[in-house]
């Protein structure tokens, strides 16, 4: 019938806060997020028959193909809003790092969903999308939109914000896998001191007024405290990373993924070949 490749963008957090506990045991959250041109390459075809089904692939074998899968998740939810009665398949070819605080199975399930929506002319609004999608993961709905949004609540209520698009940006992946789950759960058991929150209204005004040495300076994580305490290798890459004359060094999400923002192409060149020399994962973005 009909097929489509859609570039599944990674995300990184150019600040993540946490507010409070929610009454429903969640953390209030408020962050600023990005997608950025690192990405995964999703095929979804579509062919004729008698009923409905999903066969997705993939080219990690440690990642679930059936409906433990996200990008399956977002297919079937489609499917059934949209009474698609086709046998709708999913190629997943990854490169983001799994585990790395990059987003990668909650941007498969964005791009499934806005790649239906395409391939089908369904004509749902992105806003109706990225409602549909906060059942899926708290990070789908603002890989829904991309770009760069200001997301709150538990990550699921986004609006947009003007993209970080000045400098260069390089990204390393240690290799180390981080449990969401066990990070949140260590930082309410630890005391973060006030200066640890970043501004999250200050950064966006520096996003709007185009500063990246401001933004670069300012921006915070505060789930820094907890991971970069227990993960050695993530506490020393931050360190060395922060010793390539970039303007400012962060984690991204809960780990494990560092990215580093320069001004100078030549520093950031010379920093991507010392990381890679070391065997880690590392990309050079040109924002």
């Known amino acids: 019938m009909g097929n489509i490749v859609v570039k599944s963008k990674a995300k990184v957090n150019l600040s993540l806060d946490i507010l409070g506990l929610r009454d429903d ?12 041109p690192l ?3 999703i095929t979804i075809t579509t062919e004729k028959s ?10 990690k074998k440690t990642l679930p193909t059936d409906s433990r899968n996200l990008a399956y998740k977002a297919a079937k939810m489609l499917m059934d809003k949209a009474g698609i009665n086709d046998r709708i398949k999913i190629s997943i070819k990854k490169r983001i790092p799994v585990g790395g605080g990059l987003g990668g199975g909650s941007s498969n399930a964005a791009s499934v969903l806005n790649g239906l929506n395409t391939l089908y002319k369904l004509g749902i609004p992105t806003e109706e999308l990225a409602e ?7 990070d789908v709905p603002a890989l829904v939109y991309g770009g760069c949004v200001l997301a709150k609540g538990t990550g699921t209520d986004v609006s947009p914000l003007p993209s970080l698009k000045k400098g260069y940006m ?7 896998f981080v449990s969401t789950e066990k990070v949140y759960h260590k930082y309410d058991t630890m005391h973060i001191p006030k200066d640890a929150h ?6 966006i005004k520096f996003l709007i007024q185009g500063d990246l040495h401001a933004f670069a300076k300012n921006m915070k994580n505060v789930l820094e405290y907890p991971v970069l305490e227990s993960k050695s290798k993530i506490r020393n890459l931050k360190q060395e990373m922060m010793q390539t004359g970039a303007l400012g060094t962060m984690m991204t999400g809960s780990g494990s993924s560092i990215f580093s923002l320069f001004d100078d192409i030549k ?11 070391q065997h880690y994962f590392a990309v050079l973005i040109n924002l």
């Open 170 to 176: 390089l990204l390393v992946n240690p290799g180390v």
């Open 25 to 36: 045991g969640y953390h209030e959250v408020l962050m600023i997020v990005q997608t950025i």
């Open 50 to 59: 008698i009923a409905p089904s999903i066969e997705l692939t993939c080219n």
């Open 198 to 203: 970043p501004d999250t209204n200050q950064l």
């Open 267 to 277: 520093k950031a060149y010379a920093a991507l070949e010392h990381f890679r020399k």
């Open 39 to 41: 990405y995964d390459m």
């Open 132 to 138: 549909m999608s906060k059942t899926l993961g708290s």
